[in-house]
């Protein structure tokens, strides 16, 4: 009960877990006397180069700054921000962040996992501070009252207004009403033709004469809604795949509530992936199908790919994984959020509602990237009042779903604590899962910039099969590198092949060695896909099959996809 009271004020981070690190951080320091000389030299450094440099800047304006920012901070990169006393303001904290950094890392003795919560903690203190965040002392903010005469301030005070109310009455975000399921977005034809409680398996109606003989079934992560996939008509990935001959079919997940905390892994299984290979196989009889999870559901693919491998259950043709982790021994920032007194901390809250809302986890998503999420916001509404325009991915992302408390607290235990998967000691009907069985081609997915799987560790799956693999590293972050249509401009990636047979190299090794090409990678999973499918097309199957029990019922995108 005291984790549920608190949960609300911390975001969902422990406070025992923030302790333990500040505790070891501190006795280390502590008795690192080297290292604290050390800090006071660099200090005594970065206060030269700063005064040296303002000296420089009253002579020739032009002069160079002193230190950069890193790479993605885009705070000072107005032009305002190249005159004085921004400029000197910017480069302060600049430098200060810098040697803050240097405070809490590479100190003799501290735990490495301490000592990124608390080189991360510190960062978000410092980033409170930032210059940028405060009207006064920033110049992009004060040209802007000057313009409009002060009415700005106006404008984001009516901003912050109708935000409160909206999260005081659980109302949505401004603007999202613009993006309905059905009706703006999830807009590709077709209809759910099995329904149980955890699943609505959509089928989608083709729009060529014939299609590819094989399949495709989408297994999205249950965390979040399936249309991601299904934006708008010009970034949908169904309906790219539906026009490019495919048959597709896509899972649609139930929005867990109390009544079902006891749901597992095991249950999304059996009840997820495999009731819909059943539907699918009724449906297209003797034909394999080409299974692709997305993230949480590209792992859970995983999984019962392994499974089926081991009790030589031939029906798949290909794993296709986006952004999906395999391994979980590097899995980034997120893994701040995550030991021991963390999730103990998520259980305890979890247990007095049955599941883990979205509010609840949102707080560490936003703090991996405040600058983005919440600074930048702050700064844009709330100052210079302008409302950040709503396209449909931002509204799919505050279309948010929870988690049940069994399948949540197995997941975060057995894969990112003990990392069961990679090891071969993840059980399945009481046989180990092991990924090195997969005899399918697989094709997987990482983004450059993803906080949630780093394509570094998405990698690892060369590591742990033993079949081909077809790995793509494209621009962009966990969704908006996945949702990358032909077209949009500013779009890159990489691919290869490694066949079975093959060294494997290092991703930094297969990073330098891979030539950058320009476009989106859709076209080349499509083609992927349409090389490890039969020669011949046919006609396209029936919607549903009324004969086995998987008639069609709604149309798409069905009854779950509205739950709150």
């Known amino acids: 009960m005291n984790e549920a009271l608190i949960a609300p004020m911390t975001g969902g981070i422990s406070p025992a877990a923030l302790s333990l690190a500040i505790y070891d951080w501190v006795i280390h320091l502590g008795m690192a006397p080297g290292k604290r000389l050390e800090l006071v030299q660099k200090a005594l450094r970065k206060s030269n180069r700063l005064l040296t440099h303002l000296a420089a800047t009253a002579v020739d304006p032009k002069t160079p700054p002193c230190i950069e920012p ?30 803050w950094h240097n405070v809490t890392t590479d100190v003799p003795g501290v735990t490495p996992h301490h000592e990124d919560v608390i080189s991360f903690a510190t ?4 980033d409170v501070f930032s210059p940028s965040n405060f009207p006064l002392t920033n110049p992009v903010v004060m040209k802007r009252a000057l ?35 059905g009706e703006t977005v999830a807009t590709t034809p077709g209809r759910v033709v099995y329904q149980n409680r955890l699943i609505e398996l959509i089928q989608y109606s083709p729009v060529t004469d014939t299609v590819h003989a094989e399949p495709v079934l989408i297994v999205p992560a249950w965390i979040m809604k399936y249309y991601i996939l299904d934006l708008s008509q010009q ?58 999870g997305y993230c949480l559901g590209g792992t859970l693919l995983s999984i019962a790919a392994a499974a089926m491998a081991r009790a030589k259950d031939e029906r798949l043709a290909s794993v296709t994984l986006f952004a999906a982790q395999t391994d979980f021994s590097e899995p980034g920032e997120l893994a701040l959020f995550i030991d021991h007194s963390q999730l103990h901390f998520l259980e305890s809250v979890m247990w007095n509602r049955g599941f883990l809302s979205a509010d609840q986890m949102a707080g560490a998503f936003q703090l991996l990237r405040s600058n983005d999420l919440i600074w930048s916001r702050v700064v844009r509404d709330y100052m210079m009042g302008e ?24 997941y975060l235990q ?9 090891a071969g000691r993840f059980m399945v009907d009481d046989h180990p899962a092991a990924l090195q069985n ?35 590293l494209t621009s962009g972050g966990h969704n908006a590198g996945i949702v990358s249509e032909p077209g949009h401009p500013h779009r890159h990636y990489r691919i290869t092949t490694k066949l079975a047979a093959d060294p494997c190299v290092s991703a930094e090794e297969w990073a330098a060695d891979t030539p950058v090409q320009e476009g989106s990678w859709w076209t080349k999973w499509s083609q992927w896909l349409a090389g490890h499918s039969s020669p011949e097309k046919v006609t396209p199957p029936p919607m549903g099959s009324s004969e086995n029990g998987y008639s069609a019922k709604e149309a798409a995108p069905g009854t779950y996809v509205h739950q709150k």
């Open 123 to 126: 960062r978000q203190m410092l």
């Open 147 to 181: 313009e409009t005469g002060g009415m700005n301030f106006f404008e984001g005070f009516r901003n912050f207004i109708e935000d409160a109310n909206r999260e005081l009455t659980k109302q949505p975000v401004a603007g999202t009403e613009d993006f309905v399921p």
């Open 235 to 292: 970034n949908s990935l169904i309906r790219y795949l539906v026009e490019q001959g495919h048959t597709v079919f896509c899972i649609s997940w139930h929005n867990p509530t109390a009544a079902d905390r006891e749901l597992g892994m095991d249950d999304y299984r059996r009840l997820g992936v495999m009731a819909a290979l059943d539907a699918i196989n009724a449906i297209v009889p003797d034909r394999k199908v080409h299974a692709t």
């Open 438 to 472: 997969i005899r399918v081609p697989v094709f997987s997915v990482g983004t450059e910039r993803d906080h949630v799987a780093p394509w570094k560790s998405v990698y690892k799956i060369h590591y742990l099969t033993d079949t081909d693999v077809t790995f793509v």
């Open 70 to 99: 890193l790479p993605g901070d885009d705070r000072f990169t107005a032009g305002e921000w190249q005159h004085f006393p921004y400029n000197a303001m910017a480069q302060c904290f600049l430098l200060n962040q810098q040697w």
């Open 387 to 410: 409302r950040t325009p709503m396209i449909d991915l931002m509204a799919w992302n505050a279309d948010t779903t929870r988690m049940p408390f069994r399948m949540h607290a197995e």
């Open 414 to 422: 057995r894969l990112y604590l003990d990392n069961e998967l990679a």
